[in-house]
């Protein structure tokens, strides 16, 4: 499975965090600039080594200020722990590889793609990239002075391990709630859906039914703060977003479940079995927050859902659909409180969870290492359809160029032009060319306020040194709530006043800052032109097509394989998954890009989750594949798999009028009784299918369709 279709945008502080983002960027400010003073006076002023204070200053300012690692300062230090030996192979590759222009450019076209590539393994993996690619751009430019690798080495790693210990213990922050706590919260509102519902099998009180409703939507990514929201590629946090799914699933079927048949309460199958659901979501809820696990409750569930798939037909004198309706649709919650348990023992315990109690096809990463699933993460995003791949070619591609006109045209301080092209690069060109106005005036501003201070200052290095903290501290906190006209402009200033006491300055320091700024925002503008320049929106329409065209493919293939009782011919559905992970990951990033609204915007997250749907109930058919059908029930089912599937392709752009708001289709389920009953998993087909009929109902009811893209395009 992949991770939850709902995504958020990247950036620094969580709106989920609880603190304004001003307080937020003015820690991060404050842990930055004490990182990076510190070390550079005391390696300059100190020990008089001015290669290894720059490249202190400049690791905590690239890994504190130019990164967007989301979290606490102590997410953040663990992150920068795993980071620095990747730091010292990319001073090391800067170091050796500037030798050239060519192998400089080369080497940032393949470091700068990985590294922009990387941000697929999730937000900690993209708010540290940025700053690593710094790390290469700043000794990819001459002069070529190998000699000095161990002091750059030295500087880097004294710049980050400073940074290290001002996030872990300084002005320290609130965590947000976790993701596992979040599925725990859910778990206990399941468990009491359970014990109300053996109570009185009815319903559900109004109370009851908004906490679950409510408890649902708390687990949506969009509604988790980024540092806490499991979308890496590991094996506990592709559990926990797993789990997430699962106790979605299982509320959503707890507020639905339909009512016992007249007579028959209490309902057949249903105290026994919901009682093991309620004590299996208890025991998942304590596991996921410590508690030892045994997990008897989850083994007595699914020995009860046995039991229940293999119970005799309803005797003829009860009304056989409704039972068989409800069993059902109890065997679904069941299922879904096997996955939850599953997920979650799989959370916490990782490789260590016996084999007997993984279902090997749901939970496929099961007892995979880490590289297998990294590769598997990678991999699906390995072409030009994925935005992960976008952005980092287009990243690469605007980076080589400027250090090829960097080196070719011998720009001084052209790094700088480097930098401006990475951090003014945005996902489309709309949003490039409202940001590049943005920073050329801001670094204009501040190029004029730099001039004046190095013509009234001078050479008298101790009024920089005072006044540099200052500085720092005003430019990290108010550039990124105020945005990046105000970011570029106080940076020029913290630039300028930094190799003043390097080297001595003019005012000629600001020109050269300004015309970097200017070749790097004009070839992130015509990179952004060039390479994909409608960003995520243009991606995301045609990565739910395709995810609904994978859908409705899988659809006909399961019941097809099914009705002809042999469903191990059942298609392969891993064009599913990468359709889900392709479409996922457009939508994450369509989140972050600003847009304008011309129309109603098509519900992007009813068809991700259409998408879901399709593949849990898919397999949940193939599991519970028994014997043929009679010929009612048969015309039925392949009545509504033609009405579905024609749906998902109609609402995927395909020809054909657009998809009805209510089709009639071919009606409700049939009645069969006596002999010509009709088996449990028929209605678990009938349930499966009627469920993505009211998927495609909700699609509907937001005018436009998802894409006006003609199927091949």
């Known amino acids: ?103 400089a450019v080369a080497g940032v076209l393949v470091i700068g793609f990985a590294l922009a590539f990387g941000a697929a393994a999730g937000p900690r993996a993209a708010g540290a990239s940025p700053g690593l690619q710094l790390l290469y751009i700043l000794p990819c430019f001459p002069p070529y002075v190998p000699d000095t690798l161990g002091e750059r080495l030295a500087g880097a790693t004294l710049g980050i391990g400073l940074l290290i210990l001002a996030e872990a213990f300084l002005l320290p922050e609130t965590r947000d709630t976790p993701y596992a706590e979040l599925v725990a919260r859910a778990s206990d509102t399941a468990a009491r859906c359970t014990g109300e519902l053996n109570r009185s099998p009815f319903a559900l009180s109004n109370d009851t039914a ?21 979308a890496g590629p590991g094996l506990r946090e592709r559990a926990l977003a797993h789990g997430g799914l699962a106790a979605r699933t299982l509320l959503a079927r707890l507020t639905v479940l339909p009512a016992p048949a007249p007579g028959r309460f209490p309902p057949e199958g249903g105290p026994d079995l919901l009682s093991e659901v309620g004590r299996a979501a ?202 990046v006209g105000w970011a570029q402009g106080l940076f020029t200033l913290v630039v300028s006043m930094v190799f003043a006491q390097l080297a001595p300055a003019t005012w ?42 994978a859908a409705a493919t899988t659809v006909e293939g399961t019941t097809a394989a099914v009705a002809a009782g042999s469903p191990k011919d059942a298609p392969d559905d891993r064009p599913l998954q990468r359709a889900l992970a392709l479409a996922e990951s457009a939508f994450a990033q369509y989140q972050s890009e600003p847009r304008r609204h011309t129309g109603p915007a098509p519900d992007w997250q009813a068809a991700l989750m259409t998408g879901h749907h399709v593949l849990w109930g898919s397999r949940r058919m193939l599991a519970a594949a028994g014997p043929g059908l009679d010929p009612e029930a048969d015309a039925w089912v392949r009545a509504r798999t033609v009405e579905v599937a024609g749906r998902l392709r109609r609402a995927a752009g395909d020809d054909g009028p657009p998809p009805p708001e209510a089709g009639p289709g071919p009606g409700p389920a049939p009645d069969p009784a006596g002999p010509g009953i009709a088996p449990l998993w028929f209605f678990i087909a009938a349930a499966w299918l009627d469920g993505l009929t009211a998927d495609l109902d909700r699609m509907a009811h937001v005018p436009g369709r998802v894409t006006s893209a003609p199927p091949g395009r």
């Not at 908004?210 to 499991?230: H, I, K």
């Open 1 to 103: 499975m992949g991770a939850d279709p709902d995504g958020g945008s990247r950036g620094g502080t969580s709106p989920l965090a609880g603190t304004s983002p001003l307080a937020g960027a003015a820690r991060r400010a404050a842990r930055t600039t004490l990182a990076a003073c510190a070390g550079f006076y005391v390696c300059l002023y100190g020990l008089d080594q001015p290669v290894t204070a720059t490249y202190t200053l400049f690791a905590a300012v690239a890994m504190g200020g130019l990164s967007r690692i989301p979290g606490t300062g102590r997410q953040r230090a663990a992150v920068l722990v795993r980071s620095l030996p990747l730091a010292w192979v990319l001073v090391t590759a800067g170091t050796y590889l500037a030798a050239r222009t060519w192998s």
């Open 210 to 230: 908004a906490a679950a409703r409510a408890a649902g939507e708390s687990l949506r990514p969009s509604r988790v703060s980024e540092a806490e929201r499991p």
């Open 282 to 483: 208890d025991e998942t809820s304590a596991e996921l927050r410590g508690a030892d696990r045994q997990a008897a409750a989850a083994d007595a569930l699914r020995q009860a859902r046995a039991r229940l798939a293999a119970a005799d037909p309803p005797p003829p004198s009860a009304p056989p659909a409704a039972v068989l309706r409800r069993r059902a649709a109890l065997l679904e919650v069941a299922d879904a409180t096997v996955a939850l348990s599953t997920a979650a023992d799989l959370a916490v315990r990782g490789r260590s969870v016996p084999p007997a109690r993984i279902d090997s096809g749901r939970f496929w990463y099961a007892g995979k290492r880490a590289p297998r699933l990294w590769w598997h993460r990678l991999a699906a995003h390995a072409g030009p359809r994925s935005v992960y791949f976008q952005n980092a070619v287009r990243i690469s591609l605007a980076l080589a160029a400027a250090r090829t006109i960097a080196g070719l045209e011998s720009l001084p301080h052209g790094f700088w032009a480097m930098l401006a092209a990475l951090t003014l690069t945005r996902t489309t060109v709309a949003q490039t060319r409202v940001t590049v106005r943005q920073a050329l005036t801001g670094t204009l501003v501040g190029a004029l306020v730099t001039a004046a201070v190095l013509a009234v200052v001078g050479r008298e290095t101790t009024v920089y040194a005072v006044a540099l903290p200052i500085v720092m501290l005003i430019a990290f906190s108010l550039g990124p709530v105020r945005g």
């Open 508 to 549: 000629r320091l600001a020109e050269v800052r300004v015309m970097d700024v200017v070749i790097g925002s004009v070839i992130g503008m015509v990179f952004g032109v060039l390479a994909w320049p409608r960003g995520a929106q243009e991606e995301l329409r045609r990565a739910v097509a395709n995810l609904l065209r």
